[in-house]
């Protein structure tokens, strides 16, 4: 008899999502079988190395890594630019929703010096993100999937754009069902991929505007569970360290799995942007949660659906860009890689 998991496997494969040798636009699952064949065996052993020896954080950091990018400017590794004033990069790792938010680059540029010894100039920044994403919610308990590739990596970053663009933790279900739309992404969408934060840790500043004073009210968010806030209240007193860190699943804080969704039915979302989800009245996204908290396989099956969506952004493809050599900066000129053009327009599911 077929685990869960492996009747998942079959039934995307079915349904063309994890065909082999899908292609769609000009992003392949076979895009690096000749070229970087162990890509990704290459990138999960040093997530996995990470994961059990010095940060069991860093799988959720990684898929916010790729979320962020993204969001702001389409799939191209724009998250991972330092500032640099002569190519006239202004980093979108100093915009507010990323300052304090988004971690893991040591790791993504010991990637990247891997993947350079074993396929020089061949993997993309972008796609590396991709891939780790991918292995980093596997090696959690969670679904896999064969991934699109073919990402290139861009040469300008859109600090404005992750300020305005990306959902803050603070904000009601409107303002996050807008930013998905934005980007071709429904309220399942926005419910799966918010159930990444089964994973992961969050400091007190993302969450004490719930605890003490929520929306001035001068009394804690009423959607909080009493137990769970004076845990909470304990942990982060008003006045106290913004930066002590809680995990965001109180139960199964390391594991990809459906509690994210019960934990929100028990009134125990860390964000208010994830407790908005299920304590919006007459919101369309109650029934998703009850859906996905009673039914793991439909989570991870529309959580692998959702995550190729996002992952096909506005990327940008062939001579279109550049394979970077280091992550955190653009080729210079001279380096024989640098592949600069207009963005590829190609989508899988956005039109």
Not at 322 to 342: F, M, Y
Request: hydrophobic share 35%; with cysteine.
């Amino acid at each position: 008899m077929m685990s869960g998991l492996s009747l998942l496997y079959v039934v995307l494969i079915i349904g063309g999502i994890l065909s082999p040798s899908s292609s769609y636009g000009q992003l392949s699952t076979t895009f690096y079988d000749q070229t970087c064949p162990n890509v990704t065996n290459i990138i999960e052993d040093i997530v996995a190395d990470v994961l059990n020896n010095s940060d069991p954080r860093i799988g959720a950091s990684l898929i916010r890594l790729h979320f962020h990018d993204c969001f702001v400017h389409g799939c191209d590794g724009s998250v991972l630019l330092d500032n640099d004033t002569t190519n006239g990069i202004v980093s979108e790792k100093d915009a507010g929703p990323n300052q304090n938010s988004i971690r893991g680059f040591e790791v993504v540029d010991r990637i990247k010096a891997a993947l350079e010894q074993a396929c020089p100039q061949t993997v993309s920044c972008a796609d590396l993100l991709t891939i780790a994403s991918e292995r980093s919610v596997y090696l959690a308990g969670g679904p896999r999937w064969r991934n699109l590739l073919g990402r290139r990596d861009g040469r300008i970053a859109n600090q404005t754009g992750a300020n305005i663009l990306l959902p803050s933790p603070f904000v009601t279900l409107d303002v996050l069902k807008s930013k998905f739309m934005d980007k071709g992404l429904d309220s399942t969408d926005l419910v799966a991929l918010s159930g990444a934060h089964t994973f992961g840790r969050g400091q007190c500043g993302a969450f004490s505007n719930r605890l003490f004073n929520f929306n001035d009210t001068g009394s804690p968010d009423p959607t909080i569970e009493q137990n769970y806030l004076k845990l909470l209240q304990d942990l982060c007193p008003e006045g106290g360290n913004v930066s002590i860190l809680t995990d965001i699943d109180p139960t199964t804080p390391d594991q990809f799995d459906k509690n994210y969704y019960t934990n929100l039915q028990q009134l125990k979302g860390l964000f208010q942007s994830d407790q908005e989800l299920f304590s919006t009245p007459g919101a369309d996204t109650i029934e998703i949660v009850n859906n996905f908290s009673g039914n793991q396989t439909a989570f991870f099956e529309n959580f692998v659906i959702s995550m190729i969506k996002m992952g096909n952004l506005n990327p940008i493809t062939g001579s279109d860009g550049e394979v970077r050599l280091n992550c955190r900066k653009v080729n210079d000129v001279g380096d024989g890689v640098s592949l600069i053009g207009s963005r590829s327009k190609s989508s899988v599911f956005v039109s």
